[in-house]
């Protein structure tokens, strides 16, 4: 394949989304797959509930004794026995008859209704009853949660903490899922050292890192982390260590064009077939992707505006797809500009942005701190002007990516 250098956005993603691959399915523990997307659809073993059973604690009656009852003309029942959740039915009712009944127990053969505790008055070895239960009344019938055989989730479709749940009422204890990508981080840099060491005039700690694999965690991704120094032996025997027992790859730095940036020129000795580099994308433009045996490899700048916006318009999307999940992260949300912001109309442009309600409408405010860690840190959308558009004008409504 042809390699790609200073393209658009759009085509960038193009690139990514023809290239990556679902990772194979694998079955895991229902109480393990929440979040993932099933991969296929998935179907109940059993009725849940298992038998119909009582809604409310009272008594179980055939319906037709007591369609008379009322609180002036109150109706008296035999008490046959009682029924708590998990007790075996052995007892049938007869006409005239009553079994007193707890909630979660099963319904006795003969009764076909149940009458709440409170419209009761017991007396001795008789219930009287003050009010009908037309048939049907307080019972939860077998399968009314789910059917055996009947569909719970379709192919594709992520599962909730409620969908498990219902998966496991439905008797399935593992489910065939898309898994979530391990995901390999290298930092590079001479200058660069993980947190907890100390820091020498001159370093930084690998912040940007700390932030890539934060956001792996949010959305449910896992990994592992390196940081490397700008030496060529170390980032070949690294970026081999961590794609070998990961299924993707970030790297943080090193990827414009110098004499000491190193990633992209190791990654062409190593082999990797390079889709493109280099993407009119504001802030985030030297961003690449490529592929090393099967596996996506994205090569994010150093700067941290850069790196966070290349990794979530472009490698975060790309991971997205290899769960099987919809390759757009972030909702959209209308709201009112509060400022003007001007881009390059040859670009796709984002600005960080807080949002704020001003009677009754939400507005964005766009960020102009000096800190770009902390303006990162304090965004909760993200404004973007499409390539071609110069200036978005304040007081119109626009469409800003929601983060949190």
Same mark, same amino acid.
Not at 214 to 217: A, F
């Given at each position: 394949m042809a390699r790609s250098y200073d393209i658009g956005l759009k085509e960038a993603l193009s690139l990514t989304f023809?290239?990556?691959r679902v990772l194979k399915p694998a079955p895991m523990?229902?109480?393990?797959?929440?979040? &993932?997307? #099933?991969?296929?659809? &998935?179907? #109940?073993v059993v009725d849940c509930p298992s038998a119909t059973s009582s809604l409310r604690d009272g008594f179980a009656v055939v319906s037709s004794d007591i369609t008379q009852a009322s609180r002036e003309n109150g109706i008296p029942l035999r008490i046959s026995g009682t029924l708590a959740a998990g007790d075996p039915t052995l007892k049938t009712v007869q006409p005239g008859e009553t079994v007193e009944i707890l909630t979660g127990a099963v319904i006795p053969k003969g009764a076909d209704a149940v009458v709440s505790v409170e419209f009761t008055e017991r007396r001795g070895d008789k219930v009287i009853c003050f009010r009908d239960a037309p048939s049907g009344c307080n019972l939860l019938f077998q399968g009314s949660d789910v059917a055996k055989e009947g569909l719970i989730v379709k192919r594709g479709q992520a599962l909730t903490p409620a969908l498990t749940g219902l998966l496991a009422a439905g008797g399935l204890d593992r489910v065939k899922v898309c898994p979530h990508p391990r995901v390999g981080i290298v930092a590079t840099g001479d200058e660069v050292i993980a947190p907890g060491h100390s820091l020498k005039p001159g370093q930084l700690y690998a912040s940007n890192m700390v932030t890539l694999y934060?956001?792996?965690?949010y959305f449910g991704m896992s990994g592992e982390t390196s940081v490397v120094r700008d030496h060529p032996h170390e980032l070949e025997k690294t970026f081999q260590k961590l794609l070998s027992k990961n299924d993707a790859l970030l790297t943080s730095g090193g990827a414009w064009k110098s004499e000491r940036d190193l990633t992209t020129r190791i990654l062409d000795e190593m082999g990797?077939?390079?889709?493109?580099?280099?993407?009119?994308?504001g802030p985030g433009k030297a961003v690449a992707l490529g592929i090393l045996d099967g596996k996506p490899i994205f090569c994010l700048p150093g700067g941290p505006p850069s790196n966070e916006m290349a990794f979530l318009q472009i490698a975060l999307p790309g991971l997205l797809q290899m769960a099987g999940k919809p390759n757009a992260p972030f909702p959209f949300k209308k709201v009112r500009l509060a400022e003007e912001v001007r881009g390059d109309v040859t670009w796709t442009q984002f600005f960080q942005a807080s949002l704020e309600k001003r009677g009754g409408e939400w507005w964005a405010i766009p960020h102009h701190m000096k800190s770009r860690i902390q303006s990162q840190a304090r965004a909760q959308a993200l404004i973007r002007i499409p390539e071609g558009v110069q200036c978005l004008t304040p007081g119109n409504?626009?469409?800003?990516?929601?983060?949190f």
């Open positions: 023809g290239a990556i523990p229902v109480h393990e797959v929440c979040g &993932l997307v #099933a991969a296929e659809d &998935l179907r #109940a934060s956001w792996l965690r990797w077939e390079m889709l493109f580099h280099r993407v009119r994308l409504i626009i469409d800003v990516q929601i983060l």
